[in-house]
């Protein structure tokens, strides 16, 4: 279950094994928006991305229970989380991946060692099942990248404690939402310390997992595979994430493909930093001239820049530069 006990432990047990990343201010969005807004750069997190905390915290407690081998699906980042926390704890991983993962996550994996193996299929959810009755016929256990109280406490309930830290003034909170991993461990952490903070959720119009959820009444655990930049909001939601979630988030914000790709772009513009399709989501909710006006100091969450030179480069040549 999580508890802020699980998360005090994940931050003990994680302290000094990944980075404490900066926050940065945005002055142009600060200006735009009317209050300070700042960036909290999980992108600068050892592995490109806030999986390498959950994945970490994942593989101690395997490591603790004597599991020598797991598995896990991934649309990258948790996968890379874990081929690195696989060589920080000695516990084997078997990763599973959609077909058409992102080259520069892939090669990571490969690279540190681990034992990858794709997918026929280009979707999440059909992936994700291909790879728990594989794990099952390998005899291993099968780890969730979001749907784990480990992987909540580290991912998100461990980034809030920071965040608190780093920001004790801020109150909105703009999260990336794929299965809610990271989003659902954040508001739990930071709903019991701060009961007036406002978490919102930042999704893909075309897969929505945890709007859909809402409006369902119980998670939507599957949804059909879209074509997107954002790989790792691809996909249903889950059922833990649902449980701890539905109850603390304060607005869901959907964003299309275009504005994910010119929020990449103005990233570079006003930034000079590369983010990935999935962590540009919450930079292009604030762009939107449909964002509701803050009250307070507001974090916005960059959660990776694990993308491929290629994809990069056809982005950042398409040519409506915002200001
Ligand atoms: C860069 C990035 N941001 C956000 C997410 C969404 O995280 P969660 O599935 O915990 O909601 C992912 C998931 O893979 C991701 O890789």
Not at 16 to 37: A, D, F, I, N, Y
Not at 112 to 122: L, W
Not at 253 to 268: Q, T
Not at 286 to 292: K, S, T
Request: with cysteine.
């Amino acid at each position: 279950m999580l508890t802020l006990n699980l998360i005090k432990e994940a931050c003990t047990s994680l302290n000094g094994k990944v980075r404490v990343t900066p926050v940065e201010e945005s002055p142009v969005l600060s200006e735009h928006l009317g209050v300070p807004v700042w960036l909290k750069l999980e992108n600068l997190q050892v592995t490109g991305s806030f999986k390498a905390r959950g994945a970490l915290f994942s593989l101690i407690k395997c490591r603790d229970r004597g599991q020598q081998h797991v598995a896990t699906c991934s649309a990258g980042n948790h996968g890379r989380g874990l081929a690195w926390a696989s060589q920080q704890t000695g516990v084997r991983v078997t990763i599973f991946v959609p077909s058409g993962v992102d080259a520069t996550k892939f090669d990571a994996m490969q690279r540190m060692g681990a034992d990858v193996r794709k997918s026929a299929f280009f979707g999440y959810d059909e992936t994700e099942a291909w790879a728990q009755s594989e794990a099952e016929s390998m005899g291993i256990p099968f780890v969730s990248a979001y749907d784990d109280d480990f992987v909540m406490a580290a991912n998100g309930g461990m980034i809030a404690d920071e965040v608190h830290r780093q920001l004790p003034e801020a109150r909105e909170f703009v999260m990336p939402v794929g299965g809610g991993g990271h989003a659902g461990g954040f508001a739990f952490y930071m709903k019991s310390v701060l009961p007036d903070s406002r978490i919102i959720a930042c999704q893909h119009a075309d897969s929505a997992g945890f709007l859909r959820s809402v409006e369902a009444g119980e998670p939507i655990l599957e949804l059909p595979p879209i074509r997107t930049l954002a790989s790792g909001l691809e996909g249903g939601f889950g059922i833990k994430t649902y449980d701890v979630l539905k109850d603390r988030y304060d607005d869901i914000r959907l964003v299309n493909e275009e504005e994910l790709r010119r929020a990449m772009r103005w990233m570079m513009e006003h930034h000079q930093m590369i983010v990935e399709g999935s962590s540009a989501v919450t930079i292009a909710a604030l762009l939107h001239p449909d964002f509701p006006k803050p009250t307070a100091p507001l974090v916005a969450f960059l959660s990776g820049r694990n993308v491929a030179f290629e994809t990069v480069r056809e982005v950042m040549n398409e040519d409506d530069l915002t200001s």
